[in-house]
């Protein structure tokens, strides 16, 4: 793989060579892939921590919420930190969080105390994702950093996938704190790499956090109407893999009677929808536009969402009448969350670094607001389980069709009525 030369040449003066500039993608990639892993390498231990806590499968499942809750608000503090602060240190700080509360999550003695140290994993490992996109635009070039965040993604996501196949082999050799070692593990890993090859790219340029200018922004984002509907399809439309990974361990394990190991296989495949989407809306947008490739993704995601509620309702006990779906679901979400999120960030070109933070954080909320609505039905229903999904897809298509659809159409009617006054006034007599 070839990798961009950093737009900064001291660095490359100062012996940042071909060796250095694969040492620093190696950190941005695991302190990215860090938050990802973390989400989903524990899912097929969720009936095993249940009975180990001695508590239900639906409180479990907020472990997953606290997560989402945590890392969402964190998206909207850690970037101006970090022009603070500086990148590196602050990049460590959330590692170090991260690695001492798996601790906390591998040693947890009761359900509520593992909720509290998912919330502290959650706002250390949100600093891979957040400052990693920072020193990544501080390093390269807009097109070399564009190039370096797709690969990055790429291998995180498969890492995510793969993540809970290991997760279940964790859990039948050593049970569920193991995967939480293993995180452990990786953050520690993580901190090593930073340590050694992460510039201090912004020393010297640290900026105040100017508060009251970034609530100004927020505020001006909230009343962009186009905005929201671009925030809002794209929650949508990611929500289908959190709630999935959240509420299928009690379905497939619990009702369907797959061991662990054998539900980190099925468990690996959706992410693997989510690349496909990915990479086919890399090809389409540029010939087709966002909104038309959002509406495409709309086109996959909404009937698998459809036909995920027809099977459960159908009763057929079936891995696939879940996965299969679902593998769609995250399909039509490859195709959406990106296009959404580029969408959002055109929206004010003044304040994009807000737009991509508020973006963050609607997304990652919406997704833990769906999860939650997991425990409003019966543990371990497929219906619920369904239907939840499906009703994270309908929410994004609404959210689209109302307010980011309608605003063109009503230009065009203004359009057409301003040039009927034009050509009025030009028939009329002077």
């Excluded at 990974?245 to 495949?269: C, D, Q, R, S």
Aim: proline share 5%.
């Amino acid at each position: 793989m070839i990798i961009p030369e950093p737009s900064d040449r001291s660095l490359i003066s100062n012996g940042f060579m071909e060796l250095r500039r694969r040492g620093l993608l190696l950190s941005l990639t695991v302190s990215l892939s860090l938050g990802l892993v973390a989400s989903t390498i524990y899912v097929p231990s969720v009936p095993a921590i249940a009975h180990g806590l001695h508590t239900s499968i639906a409180r479990v499942q907020f472990t997953f919420v606290a997560y989402l809750l945590a890392f969402a608000t964190s998206m909207l503090v850690l970037g101006p930190l970090s022009d603070r602060f500086g990148r590196k240190r602050m990049l460590i700080c959330g590692l170090v969080l991260t690695a001492l509360s798996s601790l906390g999550c591998a040693a947890a003695p009761t359900i509520e105390f593992l909720i509290a140290a998912r919330i502290l994993q959650g706002i250390g490992a949100c600093a891979g994702m957040v400052i990693g996109r920072a020193v990544t635009r501080d390093v390269w070039r807009p097109e070399a950093a564009a190039q370096v965040i797709a690969g990055r993604v790429i291998v995180s996501t498969l890492l995510q996938a793969f993540a809970p196949v290991l997760g279940g082999y964790l859990q039948v050799w050593f049970g569920w704190r193991a995967n939480f070692l293993v995180v452990m593990a990786l953050a520690c890993f993580a901190i090593t790499l930073v340590i050694c090859y992460l510039p201090d790219g912004n020393r010297g340029q640290r900026q105040s956090l100017e508060r009251q200018r970034m609530l100004a922004s927020y505020h001006t984002l909230v009343l962009t109407r186009r905005f929201i509907g671009y925030a809002f399809s794209g929650a949508g439309a990611h929500a289908g893999f959190h709630i999935f990974a959240a509420g299928a361990p009690a379905v497939l394990i619990g009702k369907f009677g797959l061991t662990p190991e054998h539900y980190g296989y099925y468990a690996a495949l959706p992410p693997l929808g989510f690349i496909i989407g990915s990479f086919v809306s890399q090809r389409l947008t540029g010939r087709l536009g966002i909104d038309r490739v959002i509406a495409i993704g709309m086109m996959i995601l909404v009937p698998a969402g459809l036909i995920m509620v027809a099977l459960a309702l159908a009763h057929i006990p079936h891995p696939f009448s879940v996965v299969g779906p679902v593998i769609f679901v995250c399909c039509g979400s490859g195709l959406i969350t990106s296009n959404a999120a580029v969408g959002s960030l055109g929206t004010n070109s003044q304040i994009v670094g807000a737009a991509s933070g508020l973006g963050s954080f609607i997304q990652m909320t919406g997704a833990a607001s769906a999860t939650a609505a997991l425990t409003l039905g019966p543990s371990g229903s497929q219906l619920v389980l369904a239907l939840t999904i499906a009703f994270a897809g309908l929410f994004c298509v609404i959210s689209f069709g109302a307010l980011v659809r309608s605003p063109p159409i009503q230009a065009e009617v203004e359009g057409a009525l301003a040039d009927a006054r034009v050509r009025s006034g030009a028939a009329s007599p002077s």
